[in-house]
């Protein structure tokens, strides 16, 4: 099956009125001051979240793809990390590991089963980790890993980058040296598998020839043919060194032998104050491309808070990035691997003003479902922890073979030109989506009863479908 045919799911965002933005309510998460959060979706679509506030740690979970959370477990630590990661396991394990650095620099996770009931456990990991740079990841093969990177930030002229590894869930942990003996200590590290065995770090760091001591990110590639991590291979530039590039996240989707990778990082130009959100696409042989997120201009300070691949539906990817000054907001992206520089237009999530720091950095997630999925989005702001919900219907199609609605010239329509209805489809509420699966609008039934609606007038050309009942057609619009 060639790259297209890859292309297996169409993700559909139902929304509730024409009108209506592409995200609804915000929902009060958690009331408070919390120091960190993050967020994991276990594959029977869970929903958990971990949260340090107070000296403890707060565990709250969702049945029902986050339509509503409880509170189900509350930990005493005796401090209040700055920085929590969040892995949701199930298969040859059920547990939920939250991982920390405690006071003393040493990297720990936390386990507990998944039913957030029994026993609570704390294994460490590694002494010297800088508290707010290190990431997890996960495979979900019958072999369970657990892999780890993180950075030691040990003094103001030396930096390493380490990496473990974990197939007892958690409980020992074996341990590789990648790189030592930076300039200076880096700035933010991020970790993902991709099947087979794909394992990619991304990192921020003054490496080699670099000008002034400017940070810079590099990708470092793992392509084991035994377990993943037990072989790294090549280390490739992501962006040059005449300026500064830190704080990386990091996406992999597509073609298994040779995947896309996403790195989202800041970037500053020369003149302090224009702090942007920029992005690199990647394969295993370098850079593709690279282009902006966010705006560039005095004043603006955007800072990426997470990018992934959808869960479970395959070459969707979404990133979660909030700008503070002027334009502010919480702020929410995805691309498709059809076309992997090609950005949806940015959708603004929050209805309370965000707050930012490395530990309550905003975080987009996806619930799993057979036909039904929800995309949350949770952000902070001064008050507590908030998220939005929106659900998904995903249609297991590829899209050339969607049916082409009958009666339609869907090759000659145009921005907002009316078309006619044909009778099968009258009585439906019918829904339009770009091929990025963001909703365009919705037609009530009352108005596909009189046999003709008309497309947006500011519609952009391309590729759309349109869903109704259990119908999907797809609409080329010129």
Not at 57 to 68: C, D, F, I, P, R
Not at 100 to 114: A, H, I, N, Q, S
Not at 292 to 316: H, I
Not at 456 to 465: K, L, R
Request: hydrophobic fraction near 40%; aromatic fraction near 14%.
């Amino acid at each position: 099956m060639g790259f297209a045919g890859r292309i297996l799911a169409l993700l559909v965002f139902v929304g509730v009125l024409s009108s209506s933005p592409f995200w609804g309510t915000d929902y009060l998460l958690y009331d408070g001051t919390p120091e960190a959060f993050d967020v994991d979706v276990a594959s029977d679509g869970r929903v958990f979240v971990a949260i340090a506030g107070s000296d403890t740690l707060h565990l709250l979970v969702s049945e029902n793809s986050g339509a509503t959370f409880e509170e189900a477990r509350s930990v005493y630590l005796g401090f209040t990390p700055q920085f929590l990661r969040v892995i949701a396991a199930m298969g040859d394990s059920n547990f939920l590991f939250v991982f920390y650095v405690g006071e003393d620099d040493t990297l720990r996770v936390f386990r507990m089963p998944l039913s957030l009931t029994g026993e609570e456990q704390v294994f460490p990991i590694a002494p010297h980790v800088e508290a707010r740079s290190f990431s997890v990841t996960r495979d979900t093969r019958t072999n369970y890993g657990l892999y780890v990177a993180w950075l030691t930030g040990q003094n103001p002229f030396v930096d390493s980058l380490n990496f473990a590894r974990s197939f007892d869930h958690g409980i020992t942990w074996e341990f590789m040296n990648l790189k030592r003996n930076f300039w200076k200590p880096g700035v933010g590290v991020d970790i993902a598998f991709y099947p087979p065995e794909h394992i990619f770090v991304t990192w921020a760091t003054c490496w080699g020839d670099t000008m002034d001591e400017r940070m810079e990110i590099l990708l470092y590639g793992n392509d084991s043919l035994g377990e993943p991590g037990s072989w790294w291979g090549y280390t490739r530039r992501v962006t040059e060194n005449d300026s500064m590039d830190w704080n990386p996240h990091t996406a992999v989707s597509g073609d298994m032998s040779n995947p896309t990778i996403w790195i989202v990082y800041n970037h500053v130009e020369q003149m302090p104050g224009n702090l942007s959100v920029c992005f690199s696409v990647c394969d295993t042989s370098g850079v593709i491309g690279s282009g902006m997120l966010s705006e560039n201009a005095w004043g603006v300070e955007d800072y990426p808070g997470f990018v992934r691949k959808r869960f479970a539906l395959m070459d969707t990817v979404e990133v979660a990035y909030v700008s503070l000054g002027v334009n502010s907001g919480a702020k929410y992206r995805s691309v498709s691997s059809i076309e992997p520089l090609n950005w949806t237009d940015p959708q603004f999530i929050n209805e309370y003003p965000p707050v930012y720091s490395p530990g309550l950095a905003p975080r987009a997630v996806f619930t799993p479902s057979d036909t039904m999925g929800y995309s949350l989005y949770f952000y902070a702001s001064s008050d507590g922890i908030y998220y939005d919900r929106n659900p998904v219907l995903a249609v297991m199609e590829e899209p050339p073979l969607l049916p082409v609605m009958s009666g339609l010239a869907f090759n000659v329509l145009r921005p907002g030109s009316p078309f006619k209805v044909p009778p099968a489809y009258r009585g439906l509420k019918l829904s339009l989506y770009d091929l990025s699966g963001r909703l365009i609008v919705q037609y009530p039934a009352s108005l596909t009863r009189t046999g003709s609606v008309v497309l947006p007038p500011d519609i952009s050309t391309g590729v759309y479908f349109l869903a109704g009942g259990d119908k999907v057609v797809k609409l080329l619009v010129r």
